[in-house]
């Protein structure tokens, strides 16, 4: 399954997997949409794999957001791989 994102109500929904063969995808499309907006939600609810490619993804777009006085935020209740890799960086 590749990864498809769609919008609603300013939520960007992601449904599939990210991994090296949707990152390419996955950082054009958020790349674009932080240069435009002031704030990014990212649903993850359908987010049914996720690769170390696209953990460090998540972190880039955190950081680069926060650099640049804009948010992205992640929400929803999909792999736990995120939340683990973030709150372990979190605690060190």
Do not use: P, W
Not at 49 to 59: H, S
Not at 64 to 69: D, G, K, T, V, Y
Not at 70 to 77: L, M, R, T
């Amino acid at each position: 399954m590749s990864l498809q994102i769609s919008e609603q109500n300013g939520t960007f929904h992601l449904n599939g997997k990210l991994n090296a063969s949707t990152l390419n995808f996955f950082n054009t499309y958020f790349e674009y949409n932080l240069s435009q907006e002031k704030s990014i939600v990212v649903n993850i609810d359908k987010v049914i794999e996720i690769d170390k490619n696209g953990v460090e993804a998540f972190r880039n777009f955190t950081k680069n957001a926060f650099l640049n006085q804009k948010v992205f935020q992640i929400v929803g209740n999909g792999c736990k791989e995120i939340y683990d890799d973030f709150n372990q960086t979190n605690v060190a």
